[in-house]
């Protein structure tokens, strides 16, 4: 892991973050419905197809129903719960606290609250569809919540709390497998690793 504003502040609009994951950490964490990881199932890539590389992300994407769970709902809760807590006072502000500049201005930190909102959301749609929309459907209202046009935290953690709910129906109502096959996902990860060696 890697940030143009290293360890000793937040990151600013010019800052970049960088994270590399072997494939078998990523496969780890996707399968274990980490929204960063999942993320990377619905962003595109600029492989060349033809390319080492490329083959073998395509393997990865063609098995992405591998990557699919209920148990993932949790995931998604557990991360977008982190950041309320932190956003109402009743968890510490994390590593690099958290934004005055929006506290001071709007009464809490609405870049929080947008990903409390965004982290929801993806949940509901992964968790229904099997896949997150990339970029979200709801920009607009992120976008409002981040400028602070939304309203007040209570109105933020009222919708935040419906998400909450809507997020534990669509887990209950989900077609999908509680849990992912570890099985299949090892297998698949392995065979990318022999065909991608075997090319060198």
């Given at each position: 892991?890697?940030?143009?504003?290293?360890n000793e502040?937040?990151?600013?609009?010019?800052?970049?973050?960088?994270?590399?994951?072997?494939?078998?950490?990523?496969?780890?964490?996707?399968?274990?419905?980490?929204?960063?990881?999942?993320?990377?199932?619905?962003?595109?890539?600029?492989?060349?197809?033809?390319?080492?590389?490329?083959?073998?992300?395509?393997?990865?994407?063609?098995?992405?129903?591998?990557?699919?769970?209920?148990?993932?709902?949790?995931?998604?809760?557990?991360?977008?719960?982190?950041?309320?807590?932190?956003?109402?006072?009743?968890?510490?502000?994390?590593?690099?606290?958290?934004?005055?500049?929006?506290?001071?201005?709007?009464?809490?930190?609405?870049?929080a609250a947008?990903?409390?909102?965004?982290?929801?959301?993806?949940?509901?749609?992964?968790?229904?569809?099997?896949?997150?929309?990339?970029?979200?459907?709801?920009?607009?209202?992120?976008?409002?919540?981040?400028?602070?046009?939304?309203?007040?935290?209570?109105?933020?953690?009222?919708?935040?709390?419906?998400?909450?709910?809507?997020?534990?129906?669509?887990?209950?109502?989900?077609?999908?497998?509680?849990?992912v096959d570890?099985?299949?996902?090892?297998?698949?990860?392995?065979?990318?690793?022999?065909?991608?060696?075997?090319?060198?």
């Amino acid at each position: 892991m890697w940030s143009t504003a290293g360890n000793e502040r937040r990151n600013g609009p010019a800052d970049v973050d960088l994270c590399l994951y072997s494939l078998r950490k990523w496969a780890t964490l996707a399968a274990k419905g980490n929204p960063t990881a999942l993320h990377f199932l619905f962003t595109g890539h600029s492989f060349s197809s033809e390319s080492k590389h490329g083959k073998a992300w395509q393997a990865v994407l063609q098995s992405k129903e591998l990557f699919v769970s209920r148990q993932a709902a949790a995931a998604f809760q557990g991360f977008a719960n982190d950041q309320l807590a932190r956003l109402v006072g009743s968890k510490g502000a994390g590593q690099h606290g958290q934004r005055p500049e929006y506290i001071g201005k709007f009464g809490y930190d609405t870049k929080a609250a947008m990903h409390v909102i965004r982290l929801l959301n993806e949940g509901i749609e992964f968790i229904k569809s099997g896949t997150i929309t990339l970029p979200r459907p709801e920009r607009d209202l992120l976008i409002s919540i981040r400028t602070g046009e939304f309203g007040s935290l209570e109105k933020v953690t009222n919708l935040a709390n419906r998400l909450f709910a809507d997020l534990d129906a669509s887990r209950e109502s989900s077609a999908f497998p509680e849990k992912v096959d570890v099985k299949a996902i090892n297998k698949l990860v392995a065979n990318i690793y022999l065909d991608f060696y075997v090319a060198v």
